[in-house]
């Protein structure tokens, strides 16, 4: 059986297109003029002849548990996150033969599905505002996963991902860009004037800024658009339609700072993003309404830089701080406000188009865990989320969810307290818990993902697994195909069906120890 298996390898893995060499990766695999292939199909999958039957019977398990998911519970779906250049920022295929292997190897090894990253700006490369979407490239990648016999969770991204991807750069379509370069005040900006140019700032939402067009027109064209493209594939092998909300994808503002490359290495608490005038404007007449006309001329004066500490200013101190005067629960209320106002009307604008088909609505949040271990939580107030002692900024936005019947999807399940540094006073594993509990009272389903490539054994993610929908490991390229990663994956799906592992199928301690390229750079959106 094993010559036979092995030999069915070698015909399907074919030798492979090449990925890129992350830069940033501390240890890199052997590289062949700046690039490297996937392993070979016996380095990919080198496992036991008993490994190989367990392997075989995990992916026929699979398959029947996908045609009766809904009617029985069963293992957690794992997904993997596809490339996010696997279309580039032109609307041209990027690694098309290595990403076909790597979808073999992943329907042997008994994953469910891929994620497919898609941006507004690529699918409306060219230049003109009346030029037609084009979907080809897409479409031609989801049916390659269709023959892989995977199933397919589509991300739809209005907004860029907060930084460049390798060579490509996705933000908003060209159209859009030459409109912010006449109106740049529709783009967020900080109090020193710095624009965001992937990301329309959410005071513009229903305002005619883009060419007579209000920018949650445009993005209903952007949804239906996908709708009339996939429409055969709706149901069948695409089974969820992820919305980006914000920059990366997550319901947040932008305030990390502009140029931060490696956002979950951000340790400051940011800065508030309110200092367009469409923004001032809707800030001026809340304050107004309040009787404080005063109150709304700017955002607060003394709240640190983005790379600060909290105690580097006053407004975020842990005692007498700004934020717990009236002023600052002012501020704060209208703040995360907005953002909670922007994230109901995309995800109503999601449930029209999408909210009668077969498959799942998802969007998602971020888990700002550094500094949350302190009163006033400053990375999370930044970025609109008003969790302060006292109060749960995240019931809300769990309701908000499920009143547009959304399930909420959480990066960082595979992160514990011990992963983060002391001095940080950061508390993943208790934010996680707080959102879950959130989730919970609403009845919003929750799905994860990882917020680290390598590193640990994944172990933190598979004991939260019991609180998830599904799971998404984020993401495909050379570092999650090298021999210091895949193994710890593959053990990680194993043992999603396989809850008895003999001991010596384990990779031990020690193993994972001398693994390289201990906590490689995360690609995700």
Same mark, same amino acid.
């Given at each position: ?13 074919a030798?492979?297109?090449?990925? +890129?060499?992350?830069?940033?990766? +501390? ?5 062949? &003029? ?22 075989i ?9 996908e ?5 029985r519970?069963?293992p ?11 279309? &580039? ?9 290595a990403?076909?292997?790597g979808?073999r ?31 080809? $490239? ?12 995977l ?5 739809l ?32 900006t900080?109090?020193v ?17 883009? $060419?007579?067009?209000?920018?949650m027109?445009?993005?209903?064209e ?13 149901g ?12 990366g994808g997550?319901?947040? #503002?932008?305030?990390f ?8 290495n ?6 508030f993003q ?12 809340? $304050?107004?309404?309040?009787?404080n ?6 955002g ?5 830089? #983005? ?20 002023y600052?629960?002012? !501020?704060? &209320?209208?703040?995360?406000?907005q ?22 609505l998802?969007?998602k949040?971020?888990?700002?865990h ?6 006033s ?7 609109? #989320?008003?969790?302060?002692?006292g109060?749960?900024g995240?019931? &809300?936005v769990?309701e908000? !969810? ?6 909420? *999807? ?11 540094? *002391?001095?940080?006073?950061s ?5 996680l ?23 640990s ?15 998404t490991h ?29 001991r ?22």
């Amino acid at each position: 059986m094993e010559s036979t298996f092995m030999a069915r390898q070698h015909a399907t893995l074919a030798k492979p297109d090449l990925f +890129p060499v992350p830069h940033t990766s +501390p240890s890199r695999p052997k590289r062949r &003029s700046g690039r490297v292939s996937l392993p070979s199909p016996n380095r990919l999958l080198s496992i036991s002849v008993k490994s190989v039957r367990s392997e075989i019977i995990g992916v026929d398990g699979r398959g029947v548990k996908e045609d009766k998911e809904s009617a029985r519970p069963g293992p957690v779906p794992i997904f993997v996150g596809l490339p996010l250049d696997s279309v &580039s920022n032109s609307n041209k295929p990027n690694h098309a033969r290595a990403i076909s292997a790597g979808l073999r190897a992943l329907k042997l090894l008994g994953a469910d599905g891929v994620e497919l990253p898609v941006w507004w700006s690529a699918v409306y490369s060219s230049p003109g505002r009346s030029t037609a979407p084009d979907w080809s $490239a897409y479409l031609s990648l989801a049916r390659t996963v269709r023959d892989a016999g995977l199933r397919l969770r589509v991300s739809l991204n209005p907004y860029g991902p907060g930084r460049n991807v390798g060579t490509a750069r996705f933000g908003l379509p060209e159209w859009v860009e030459t409109i912010s370069e006449a109106d740049p005040d529709i783009l967020f900006t900080d109090r020193v004037g710095n624009r965001r140019r992937d990301c329309l700032s959410f005071a513009v939402d229903e305002l005619p800024v883009l $060419a007579g067009k209000t920018p949650m027109a445009a993005f209903e064209e952007f949804f239906s658009g996908f709708l009339d493209a996939f429409g055969e594939l709706i149901g069948t092998t695409v089974t969820d339609v992820s919305v980006g909300l914000g920059p990366g994808g997550e319901l947040r #503002y932008p305030s990390f700072p502009p140029t931060e490359a490696k956002g979950r290495n951000f340790t400051g608490v940011g800065e508030f993003q309110c200092y367009d005038k469409y923004s001032l404007a809707a800030l001026k007449k809340h $304050a107004e309404e309040a009787g404080n006309p005063l109150w709304g001329l700017s955002g607060p004066h003394d709240a640190p830089e #983005y790379s600060q500490s909290p105690a580097a200013a006053g407004f975020f101190k842990d005692g007498g701080g700004s934020w717990e005067s009236p002023y600052g629960d002012f !501020f704060l &209320s209208w703040y995360s406000g907005q953002l909670l106002a922007h994230g109901d009307r995309l995800l109503g604008l999601a449930s029209k188009v999408f909210g009668h088909l077969p498959m799942t609505l998802s969007a998602k949040i971020p888990l700002l865990h550094c500094w949350h271990d302190t009163r006033s939580r400053p990375a999370q107030l930044a970025a609109g #989320y008003y969790n302060s002692e006292g109060r749960d900024g995240y019931d &809300s936005v769990a309701e908000m !969810f499920a009143r547009n019947s959304c399930r909420m *999807v959480v990066p960082g399940v595979d992160l514990a307290d011990r992963d983060v540094p *002391v001095g940080l006073r950061s508390s993943p594993e208790s934010l996680l818990s707080q959102i879950a509990e959130a989730c919970g009272r609403h009845g919003v389903r929750m799905a994860g993902e990882n917020s680290r490539l390598g590193g640990s054994d994944l172990g933190r993610a598979r004991e939260n697994l019991s609180m998830l929908d599904s799971y998404t490991h984020q993401r495909m390229g050379a570092d999650f195909f090298s021999p210091e990663h895949w193994p710890l994956f593959r053990e990680f799906v194993r043992s999603t069906t396989e809850p008895e592992l003999d001991r010596d199928d384990l990779v031990s301690r020690q193993e994972r120890l001398s693994m390289a390229g201990k906590d490689r750079e995360m690609q995700a959106v």
